[in-house]
T-cell receptor, first 111, second 110 residues
Framework: DGGITQSPKYLFRKEGQNVTLSCEQN?????MYWYRQDPGQGLRLIYY???????QKGDIAEGYSVSREKKESFPLTVTSAQKNPTAFYLC??????????FGDGTRLSIL | QQQVKQSPQSLIVQKGGISIINCAYE??????FPWYQQFPGKGPALLIA?????SEKKEGRFTISFNKSAKQFSLHIMDSQPGDSATYFC?????????FGQGTILTVHP
């Protein structure tokens, strides 16, 4: 089935540790996005990529990094510089001028 | 100017009633206005969307009303069902990026 796969579903981070969240899509979509969701705050854009090997910062990029080496993959690293990383992280992708489609998220917690 | 303001924060409706969620925006560069539905532990799913050259769009029990001059748009859910209980987000798109409202938690009582 075509879709967006985020893994793992749950992730725990220790203090000072970097963790990487996976996002893979087999929809042949060009654009991919990472959002952070906190209760009562909607979705906030972290990073996005319109094409391979290119990406731009969103509204809350500090403490995060991404790469886009393949069209299908857009991993997000939550670095130790992100002091409040506990959140629900959502990946999305889009083809041309079509709506964004979302994965089912990764919930990150601090140990 | 990039904000999208959504209200109410939460909404309780009886089965068969009408649910109404409102959004307002400032940025006139927004060119597409989708609504997403999200169930707990899942990603948002596109429900219905509208472009600013249309004042209303209906799909089944779901209707978007769009007022370009007031920079407001709303989602109406007719004959609300318990299965509609979810969080709803409005959004607005500019240059391929979506700006989301804060979300509305809808509870439909049987």
């Amino acid at each position: 089935d075509g879709g967006i796969t985020q893994s793992p579903k749950y992730l725990f981070r220790k203090e000072g540790q970097n963790v990487t969240l996976s996002c893979e899509q087999n929809l042949n979509h060009d654009a991919m996005y990472w959002y952070r969701q906190d209760p009562g705050q909607g979705l906030r854009l972290i990073y996005y990529s319109q094409i391979v090997n290119d990406f731009q910062k969103g509204d809350i990029a500090e403490g995060y990094s991404v790469s886009r080496e393949k069209k299908e993959s857009f991993p997000l690293t939550v670095t130790s510089a992100q002091k409040n990383p506990t959140a629900f992280y959502l990946c999305a992708s889009r083809y041309s001028n079509q709506p964004q489609h979302f994965g089912d998220g990764t919930r990150l917690s601090i140990l | 100017q990039q904000q999208v303001k959504q209200s109410p924060q939460s909404l309780i409706v009886q089965k068969g009633g009408i649910s109404i969620i409102n959004c307002a925006y400032e940025n006139t560069a927004f060119d597409y206005f989708p609504w997403y539905q999200q169930f707990p532990g899942k990603g948002p799913a596109l429900l219905i969307a509208i472009r600013p050259d249309v004042s209303e769009k209906k799909e089944g029990r779901f209707t978007i009303s769009f007022n370009k001059s007031a920079k407001q748009f709303s989602l109406h859910i007719m004959d609300s069902q318990p299965g509609d209980s979810a969080t709803y987000f409005c959004a607005a798109r500019s240059y391929g990026k979506l700006t989301f409202g804060q979300g509305t938690i809808l509870t439909v009582h049987p």
